[in-house]
């Protein structure tokens, strides 16, 4: 089914971790589709992207970068998209998105999705640089809501609102990613289904799910563990809103088995249904403070 942007509902994903090729490769499960991280795949010619490529034959995949830096003040690395251009030539993406963050300046690249201050000068900084990459690339870019952990002081738009003029003045997508909705909400005390209320519905092409970890007065998205009934709740109004948004689950960190993984996605069907009522608010507990990153070269390095 083609929908938003033209492009299509690829139903149910899951993130495509090194920890799972051969049982994909092998079993074949039945997964509608995978996200790949694009800067596991670019630079590399040996087993990992002879791997995408058979995966890509049998599965829809769609590319999500950690390092465009689309809000950066450094130039555009047009070397980077070079090769993310060249990586989707290969593997035919169904989409291409990456982050609203910068992740470094003077060409030193940080590895984290760093917040923006939202106001009219980086919106318009923003747009600029959509507007850039989305020509090079020919194709609309689908830009993902960061998590992040505070507010600047000199920001005059609510997220929300900053991401309802950025796709109209660029015509890009929106992937819609509830988990970073939910601890950005917590973390910088405003109301989650306000945002969600709030953002272009029709604009969202993809939505993730994830797990976070619960610091006490703060929470860290570290996609390490089960998707919380915070969430899912959040998840499911969302999906009364956008409900023709391709939806996905990220696993980072203490991956588990393909089988336990491929069971947290299916629950999202559950929450599909608006009269769904499922658990009780779960009370969560306090943990270790630890932060994830999902470039893992060092993971990759023994399948080069």
Not at 45 to 60: F, V
Not at 205 to 210: C, D, N
Request: hydrophobic share 40%.
């Amino acid at each position: 089914m083609v929908t938003r942007l033209g492009l299509p509902n690829l139903g149910l994903g899951l993130g495509l971790r090194s920890q799972h090729f051969e049982h994909i490769l092998e079993k074949k499960p039945a997964v509608d589709w995978f996200e790949v991280i694009s800067e596991n795949f670019m630079d590399s010619h040996g087993r990992p992207r002879n791997i995408l490529h058979q995966i890509a034959e049998q599965y829809p995949v769609v590319m999500h970068g950690v390092s465009l830096s689309i809000g950066s003040t450094d130039p555009l690395n047009f070397d980077y998209l070079k090769s993310l251009k060249q990586l989707a030539s290969e593997v035919q993406p169904a989409w291409i998105s990456d982050h609203l963050c910068w992740t470094g300046v003077l060409t030193t690249n940080s590895h984290d999705l760093l917040p923006l201050p939202l106001n009219e000068d980086s919106l318009k900084h923003v747009c600029n640089r959509i507007i850039q990459v989305q020509d090079y690339l020919e194709r609309p870019l689908i830009i993902e809501n960061p998590s992040t952990y505070a507010s600047f002081n000199n920001s005059t738009l609510q997220e929300w609102d900053f991401l309802r003029i950025m796709t109209e003045e660029t015509g890009c997508g929106l992937l819609l990613d509830v988990n970073n909705v939910y601890v950005s909400s917590f973390n910088n005390d405003f109301d989650p289904v306000e945002y969600i209320n709030g953002i272009p519905h029709d604009r969202v092409v993809q939505m993730h799910l994830a797990g976070h970890q619960n610091c006490g007065n703060y929470i860290i998205d570290t996609h390490d563990r089960e998707v919380t009934n915070q969430v899912w709740k959040l998840f499911q109004l969302a999906y009364q809103l956008a409900n023709e948004a391709s939806v996905l689950l990220e696993w980072d960190g203490n991956i588990p088995a393909f089988d336990v993984y491929h069971s947290e996605l299916l629950k999202s069907k559950q929450y599909m249904d608006a009269t769904f009522v499922g658990t009780e608010n779960e009370v969560q507990s306090i943990d270790k403070e630890q932060v994830s990153n999902p470039l893992n070269m060092f993971a990759m390095n023994k399948f080069l």
